[in-house]
């Protein structure tokens, strides 16, 4: 499988939702989120091992940044991943939910 191979689908909950790579019958990758008005906290990345290294949880990534610019919401980086994709990409800044003061 390449990663032109690969078709990302959003499928999206009243509170949670979750963006997913159908990668061979009954074994997918996925990328899980909760919801609160404005935000989307993304809380969990996972691609099976003998799927790994083929750029799968980043095309995961890519197609949240790309339905947050498209619609107007901001993301919060909970999962590592996510977490780690944001500090490779300073062109995503204007994203970046700012931390809920408690």
Known sequence: MSTADITVERQDG??????VV????????EMTYRKSPG?????????????????????LVDA???????????IEPLCSYVVAQFKRHPD??????????P
């Open 92 to 101: 995503w800044a204007d994203l970046r939910a700012q931390p809920q003061l």
């Open 64 to 74: 949240a940044i790309a339905d947050a610019r498209a619609e107007g919401f901001k």
């Open 39 to 59: 935000v989307m906290s993304i809380d969990h990345t996972g691609v099976p091992p003998e799927f790994g290294g083929r750029g799968i949880a980043a095309r």
């Open 14 to 19: 009243p509170t949670r939702g979750r963006y």
């Open 22 to 29: 159908n990668l061979a019958p009954g074994i997918e990758a």
